[in-house]
């Protein structure tokens, strides 16, 4: 369209059709001010111009985090979640070493390894020694980690060697611990030496009737510089300006310690007493190591009797069964913990309801 014919039209239409004249042949407008998506280009042209176009996310765009996820997904999968449905199927099989070589054949019984778990096995014995010897041993180095790190919370003098010092029963490996106690704890050795000279008589106490005093004096003593770690993290997140305070008001240390401290590590503390409590249950090189193979009756926890009637009864149905009843019973305080945690969040101001 030439110059003078587009005035002659203007002069005859007015500005309504000028307007419509200059808008872009390519681009719409909506008939309530919005906006339509381009047809040449395909993307959407704000209403009030000078924006940059949005781009329409395709499907694959959206979804590209979850495909992301899909090697870790079957890394989880062949290491958990396949082993756990095995397992699972091997507790239905009367599966011992004659049927080992084919066990997928194995004859089917059921829940009849799970019945004589229960009912003719000691597994019960072995879930009260497991429980009964990690709480005491979770009760005992509560008040130790915490005495410890309440100390060596201040500079002082030494205060880093002590500290590194603390730390070595908890960078030892379970294998060493046990290994040295044993050595210790051997007929004529250096703790029967020891009392010996304060005339004391300490017995057998490898394989006697104390020996489930042991296995708790060893655990203690490998994992209490955990509970004082975890201590040590929450009183160093304390602020300043709280101990300030305190002392300006004239708090009494023990006023300070229920008021101040505790608060700040009934968090840490019960995410510690969970793990502990996991830990010892779960244990099977202390014990293993520190007792040997058959172990006394009264340290035939959890992980070595499910050891022996795996590979010295051969009885692997049923060792599988015990594997999945300890599963459920390590399954009960995660579970409480992680309700417990939940119902914290949605009572905190400003928490996950």
Avoid: C
């Avoid at 597994?123 to 060596?152: D, F, K, N, Q, R």
């Amino acid at each position: 369209m030439s110059t003078d014919s587009f005035r002659e039209m203007k002069a005859m239409t007015g500005p309504a059709a000028e307007g419509q004249l200059a808008r872009p042949a390519t681009t719409a407008q909506a008939s309530d001010g919005g906006t339509l998506p381009d047809a040449g280009t395909g993307t959407i042209q704000p209403a009030g111009g000078g924006k940059k176009p949005v781009r329409r996310k395709g499907l694959s765009e959206r979804n590209r985090p979850l495909w992301m996820l899909i090697p870790g997904g079957l890394l989880m999968f062949v290491i958990i979640v396949l082993p756990l449905f095995l397992g699972i199927y091997m507790s239905a099989l009367n599966l011992d070493q004659y049927s080992l070589r084919k066990w997928v054949s194995a004859p089917f019984i059921g829940v009849g390894n799970f019945v004589e778990a229960l009912t003719d096995s000691p597994l019960l014995h072995s879930v009260w020694l497991s429980v009964s010897y990690s709480l005491i041993a979770m009760i005992v180095t509560l008040p130790l980690g915490i005495a410890a790190a309440v100390a060596t919370q201040n500079s002082f003098k030494g205060r880093a060697v002590i500290r590194s010092i603390f730390l070595i029963p908890y960078v030892l490996p379970s294998f060493v611990v046990a290994t040295v106690w044993r050595t210790m704890f051997q007929p004529n050795g250096v703790v029967d030496s020891a009392l010996g000279t304060f005339g004391m008589d300490a017995g057998l106490w490898l394989n006697g009737p104390q020996t489930y005093w042991t296995l708790i004096l060893v655990q203690i003593w490998a994992s209490w510089p955990f509970i004082y770690l975890l201590a040590l993290s929450g009183l160093q997140s304390v602020d300043h300006e709280v101990h300030e305070a305190s002392a300006l008001d004239g708090a009494l240390w023990w006023n300070k310690l229920r008021y101040v401290i505790f608060p700040y590590l009934k968090g840490p503390l019960a995410l510690a007493f969970l793990i502990g409590m996991l830990h010892h249950i779960n244990n099977f090189t202390l014990p293993f190591v520190l007792f040997g193979v058959p172990a006394p009756a009264d340290v035939e926890v959890l992980p070595i009797l499910t050891y022996v009637t795996s590979f010295q009864s051969f009885r692997f149905g049923l060792s599988a069964a015990m594997a999945f009843v300890s599963l459920v019973l390590i399954a009960i305080p995660l579970f409480i913990y992680l309700r417990a945690v939940k119902l914290d969040d949605a009572e905190t101001p400003g928490g996950k309801k």
